[in-house]
């Protein structure tokens, strides 16, 4: 056998598995080459510049040749065996079970996964519904609103809370005690979270530093007291 064997394997919907033998023959004659070509560049002491003896070369560097031709072999024969079976890894195939020992074949497996086949899809006899759509004053005025709303810019004022500020506030409950820094909602009416809106309520008309109080609702029939110390901040 002096030519390489390749055994394909369908392992799942994508994955593949290679398993390939390199002969030894082939092997062999890449190491004698590649010891000729060693030969000719080596300098030893006692030979003149490239007459260095193969068979001396080998008896030196003989075992670092061999798995030098075995990477170069691995490489080379799964880049030949992809291509063949027109095979596309969709990543770096793992080598497993390599077998590779001086004077025997070279073996060993390849998995991997491949890129799915995609079909496209007759197009011929499609047709589209051209969608007319009118772009009012109003709706550009909108959008311009909410992008406004959006990209807002804060600055701090001194007179108490109106609705469409942003208030920060930090939020004690009892009488566990735990603690919220630096909450920061904006009072808007129909906007307020849930289980939020009597507090916020009453931080309308509340000022800067002021602490507001209120009962929630625990959802369990219970109602648990907080308190907020509140911050104001105007959008520009």
């Known amino acids: 056998m002096t030519e390489v064997q390749v055994y394909l394997e369908?392992?799942?919907?994508?994955?593949?598995?290679?398993?390939?033998?390199?002969?030894?023959?082939?092997l062999e004659q890449t190491k004698k080459q590649r010891l000729s070509e060693l030969a000719k560049t080596t300098a030893l002491d006692g030979f003149r510049p490239g007459k260095v003896p193969v068979r001396v070369i080998e008896k030196r560097y003989g075992e670092s040749v061999w798995w030098e031709v075995v990477q170069q072999s691995l490489r080379a024969s799964l880049f030949d065996?992809?291509?063949?079976?027109?095979?596309?890894?969709?990543?770096?195939p793992?080598?497993?079970?390599?077998?590779?020992?001086?004077?025997?074949?070279?073996?060993?497996?390849?998995?991997?996964?491949?890129?799915?086949?995609?079909s496209i899809p007759e197009l011929k006899g499609l047709s589209l519904e051209k969608l007319n759509v009118e772009i009012t004053e109003a709706n550009v005025d909108a959008m311009l609103e909410k992008m406004r709303h959006q990209y807002v810019d804060w600055v701090e004022v001194s007179r108490t809370a109106q609705q469409g500020d942003k208030i920060i506030f930090d939020l004690t409950r009892r009488p566990d005690g735990e603690a919220l820094k630096d909450v920061a909602l904006v009072?808007?009416?129909?906007?307020?979270?849930?289980?939020?809106?009597?507090?916020?309520?009453?931080?309308?008309?509340?000022?800067?530093?002021?602490?507001?109080s209120a009962l929630l609702p625990t959802g369990k029939d219970l109602e648990q007291e907080i308190s907020a110390t509140i911050d104001i901040k105007k959008n520009l």
Not at 96 to 118: H, R
Request: aromatic share 4%.
């Open 81 to 92: 065996a992809l291509e063949k079976n027109a095979l596309n890894p969709a990543g770096k």
């Open 187 to 212: 009072l808007e009416e129909g906007k307020m979270p849930e289980g939020f809106s009597v507090l916020l309520a009453s931080a309308v008309g509340s000022a800067a530093g002021e602490t507001i």
């Open 94 to 118: 793992q080598i497993d079970s390599v077998k590779a020992e001086p004077g025997n074949d070279l073996e060993y497996t390849a998995t991997f996964e491949i890129f799915p086949q995609v």
């Open 10 to 26: 369908n392992i799942g919907h994508l994955n593949r598995r290679l398993s390939v033998v390199v002969p030894i023959a082939q």
